[in-house]
C-alpha cells in the first residue's frame, strides 16, 4: 500500500526522536509521537523502528518516504557573494539561477565532505540597489546576490539513509531542524526586531540570527546539555545517568540529591556552564556586523529547559532573554511548514514531485 495519505515528518535529536503525520487532504488531521530519552546513540536505530511501526498502525499505511529533520554539532553555514553585470535589459530568472548554481558548484569543490540542505538568499543588489526579494520587470546593469547555505556531513545523512533503508523508506528532503523551528516560531511571534534563536541541543547549541524577513546568520556551538550532565557527574562524582536525573529534578524534589551536596552547590554548577553558554551565543550575535544595536535571545530546545523565567535571575547575563516551551507538534509542524510553504528566501533545489524538466529547473525552482 503506497502512503499516499499521510505526510511523515522524523526530527531525530542525540537524545529523542519526535514524529508526526499530516494528512494530505485535510491539515487538521495530524497525529504526533516521541521516543523516551536517551544518551546511548546506539538506540537510534531501535526507536526509529517503535516509532515507524506505532506510526504505521495508526494511519494504517505503510510508510514508504519521510523528510527528516536533522541537526549536528558538525553542521555548517556558508555564506557567500556572487555578481554579474548585465546589458541592461530585463532581469531574467535565468540569470539568477546561473549565479545560485555558480555559488552552488563552489561550496562543492571546498566543500566536498558536505550536503547542502538549504540555500537561502539574503539579499538581492540590483543596479546597488538592495531588495529583499527578487523584483520584477527591473532592467538590470549589474546584479549580486548574499547567499547563505546550510550545509551538513555527507556520512551523518547517510547513516540516516541507512537506517531508513532497513525499513524500506526513502528520505524526500532533509531539513535543519533549528532552522525550521526559528522560522516558524518567529513567524507565530510576529517578531520583526533582531532576534536570535538559541536552540540548545544535547551535544550543540545552534543560534539563528533574524530581522524582518531576514536570516541574517546560522552558527553552531559543539557545547550543549549534555556537558551541564557531564559537569555534576564530574564534580559530584557519581555517573552520567544519576547525573541527567538530578539536572532534570534540580528544582522538583531534593530526595535526588545525596547529603554531601547541598541544592546550592547543585544550582551553582548548572547555571555557571549556563553562563558560558548564553556568553558564547551573545558574543556569536554580536560578531556578525549585520546584528546592528540591541537584540532578544530566544531559548529553545531540550537543553533550555533547566530554565525558565524564575530562574533567570540566578544568571548572571545582561541581553534580553525569553523561553518558548517547545512540545513534540510545535517541532514537526515547523518542519511541515517550511516543507509546504513558500519561503522566498530560500531556493528549492528537489522538485517535490519529479517531473521531465529543463536543466536549470532541475536544480532550482524559485518561490512554488
Known amino acids: 500500500m503506497n ?3 499521510f505526510q511523515t515528518f522524523f526530527d531525530c535529536g542525540s537524545s529523542k526522536v519526535r514524529a508526526g503525520v499530516f494528512n494530505r487532504d485535510d491539515e487538521s488531521e495530524s497525529f504526533y509521537t516521541e521516543s523516551n530519552f536517551f544518551t546511548d546513540h546506539s538506540n537510534l536505530e531501535k526507536e526509529i ?15 514508504n518516504s519521510i523528510n527528516l529533520m536533522i541537526d549536528s554539532p558538525k553542521m555548517l553555514s556558508i555564506g557567500i557573494s556572487v555578481s554579474k553585470k ?59 546576490l548574499d547567499i547563505l547555505f546550510i550545509c551538513l556531513p555527507n556520512e551523518f545523512i547517510l547513516n540516516f ?17 533549528c532552522y525550521a523551528k526559528a522560522i516558524n516560531y518567529k513567524n507565530n511571534l510576529n517578531l520583526n526586531e533582531y532576534v536570535s534563536f538559541i536552540d540548545v541541543g544535547f551535544n550543540k547549541t545552534s543560534i539563528i540570527s533574524c530581522f ?15 556537558h551541564i550532565t557531564k559537569d555534576i557527574s564530574k564534580i559530584l562524582k557519581i555517573n552520567l545517568e544519576q547525573s541527567e536525573k538530578i539536572k532534570l529534578n534540580f528544582d522538583k524534589n531534593e530526595k535526588f540529591l545525596d547529603d554531601n551536596f547541598s541544592p546550592e552547590t547543585l544550582q551553582e554548577i548548572i547555571f555557571a556552564r549556563t553562563e558560558e553558554i548564553l556568553e558564547l551565543c551573545a558574543k556569536s550575535v554580536k560578531s556578525n556586523p549585520l546584528m546592528i544595536g540591541d537584540f532578544k535571545m530566544v531559548l529553545m530546545g531540550d537543553g ?7 530562574y533567570m535571575n540566578k544568571i548572571s547575563f545582561t541581553s534580553e532573554v525569553d523561553f518558548i516551551e517547545e512540545t513534540k507538534e510545535d517541532i514537526c509542524q515547523s518542519g511541515f511548514k517550511l516543507g ?9 533545489m528537489v522538485p517535490k514531485k519529479q517531473t521531465k524538466l529543463g536543466f536549470f529547473e532541475k536544480f532550482f525552482h524559485f518561490f512554488k
Not at 539513509?161 to 531542524?177: E, M, P, V, Y
Not at 533550555?304 to 524564575?310: A, E, F, P, Q, Y
Open 304 to 310: 533550555s529547559k533547566i530554565l525558565d523565567n524564575g
Open 212 to 226: 524582518n524577513n531576514k536570516v541574517l546568520s546560522l552558527d553552531f556551538l559543539p557545547i550543549g546539555g549534555n
Open 49 to 63: 523502528q517503535k516509532i515507524i511501526i506505532f506510526l504505521e498502525k495508526y494511519t494504517n499505511e505503510y510508510i
Open 86 to 144: 548585465l546589458d541592461g535589459s530585463k532581469l531574467k530568472q535565468a540569470n539568477i539561477q546561473f549565479l545560485i548554481q555558480e555559488a552552488k558548484q563552489q561550496i562543492l569543490k571546498y566543500y566536498t565532505d558536505y550536503n547542502i540542505i538549504h540555500i537561502i538568499i539574503n539579499n538581492y543588489k540590483i543596479n546597488n540597489i538592495d531588495y529583499t526579494y527578487l523584483p520584477d520587470e527591473k532592467n538590470c546593469h549589474f546584479v549580486s
Open 161 to 177: 539513509k541507512n537506517i531508513f533503508s532497513k525499513s524500506s523508506i526513502l528520505i524526500d528532503q532533509i531539513i535543519c531542524s
Open 3 to 5: 502512503n499516499k495519505n
Open 340 to 348: 509546504n510553504g513558500i519561503n522566498k528566501q530560500e531556493v528549492v
